[in-house]
């Protein structure tokens, strides 16, 4: 796949705003702001159980989304293992979140401006040895302390839930986890599995977004939001 078309796939509320798609993820948005009336969701993470499940894809939306909106967004890739947001987006990962949190460059100047008006984007940077160490250091909580003086909306786009540790760390720094499940794919027992994970982290889950269900066709992903009972 190109870039262009990696791009085109994961930017469809920017690049096709009109489409069904994107009124979904405007819905998905509206949901979430329904969702806490009298607590505002500022800081939010696009979970799933396991990989290619659309997680990267639900939350670049959703952030253009919210951008759209008129709100100063922040998207943050804490995938430290396997990141991708600066493809999605045609960046460099050079420097970014690492880069800050190990004081290596100051902040201001690893945060950069997408092709979105309002949308913000903070690479994970170079791929440390220890990423759960790194997400949960007292240098990761101040400065996502001092993102959200800066920002009406943070997002943060997760390694998968269940191979590892790390978006469990993240998850003390949301308001709310939006869940990602791929109709078809993943196994009852390991989205089972992966909901005890996050609640035992204490996280909030608002809903579920369910991607590529049979029942819709059109261009071949639809995505559904379904607000916790």
Same mark, same amino acid.
């Given at each position: 796949?190109?870039?262009?078309?990696?791009? +085109? =796939?994961?930017?469809?509320?920017?690049?096709?705003?009109?489409?069904p798609?994107?009124?979904?993820?405007?819905?998905? =948005?509206?949901?979430?702001?329904?969702?806490?009336?009298?607590?505002?969701?500022?800081?939010?993470?696009?979970?799933?159980?396991?990989e290619g $499940?659309?997680?990267?894809?639900?939350v670049?939306?959703l952030?253009?989304?919210?951008?759209?909106?008129?709100?100063?967004?922040?998207?943050?890739?804490?995938?430290?293992?396997?990141?991708?947001?600066?493809?999605?987006?045609?960046?460099?990962?050079?420097?970014?979140?690492?880069?800050?949190?190990?004081?290596? +460059?100051?902040?201001?100047?690893?945060?950069?401006?997408?092709?979105?008006?309002?949308?913000?984007?903070?690479?994970?940077?170079?791929?440390?040895?220890?990423?759960?160490?790194?997400?949960?250091?007292?240098r990761?909580?101040?400065?996502?302390?001092?993102?959200?003086?800066?920002?009406?909306?943070?997002?943060?786009?997760?390694?998968?839930?269940?191979?590892?540790?790390?978006?469990?760390?993240?998850?003390?720094?949301?308001?709310?986890?939006?869940?990602?499940?791929?109709?078809?794919?993943?196994?009852?027992?390991?989205?089972?599995?992966?909901?005890?994970?996050? $609640?035992?982290?204490?996280?909030?889950?608002?809903?579920?977004?369910?991607?590529?269900? $049979?029942?819709?066709?059109?261009?071949?992903?639809y995505?559904?939001?379904?607000?916790?009972?």
């Amino acid at each position: 796949m190109s870039q262009q078309d990696n791009k +085109q =796939r994961h930017l469809i509320s920017a690049i096709n705003p009109m489409s069904p798609i994107s009124e979904a993820y405007r819905t998905l =948005r509206t949901n979430i702001q329904f969702s806490a009336i009298d607590q505002p969701m500022k800081v939010l993470m696009v979970a799933s159980a396991s990989e290619g $499940e659309g997680k990267t894809t639900t939350v670049t939306n959703l952030a253009v989304t919210y951008a759209q909106e008129g709100k100063k967004v922040l998207l943050i890739d804490t995938d430290l293992r396997r990141p991708t947001l600066h493809h999605v987006f045609q960046l460099t990962n050079r420097s970014g979140l690492t880069s800050a949190i190990l004081n290596q +460059q100051v902040l201001a100047d690893v945060i950069r401006e997408t092709s979105v008006e309002n949308l913000f984007v903070l690479t994970a940077g170079p791929i440390p040895p220890n990423p759960s160490e790194i997400l949960g250091s007292q240098r990761m909580q101040l400065l996502v302390e001092e993102l959200k003086g800066l920002y009406d909306v943070i997002l943060f786009d997760t390694p998968p839930v269940l191979p590892v540790a790390d978006s469990l760390i993240v998850t003390s720094y949301c308001d709310g986890i939006i869940l990602v499940i791929h109709a078809g794919k993943v196994k009852k027992e390991l989205l089972k599995k992966a909901k005890t994970s996050l $609640e035992h982290a204490k996280s909030r889950i608002l809903g579920v977004v369910l991607n590529n269900n $049979e029942r819709s066709k059109h261009d071949g992903q639809y995505y559904y939001y379904y607000g916790r009972k």
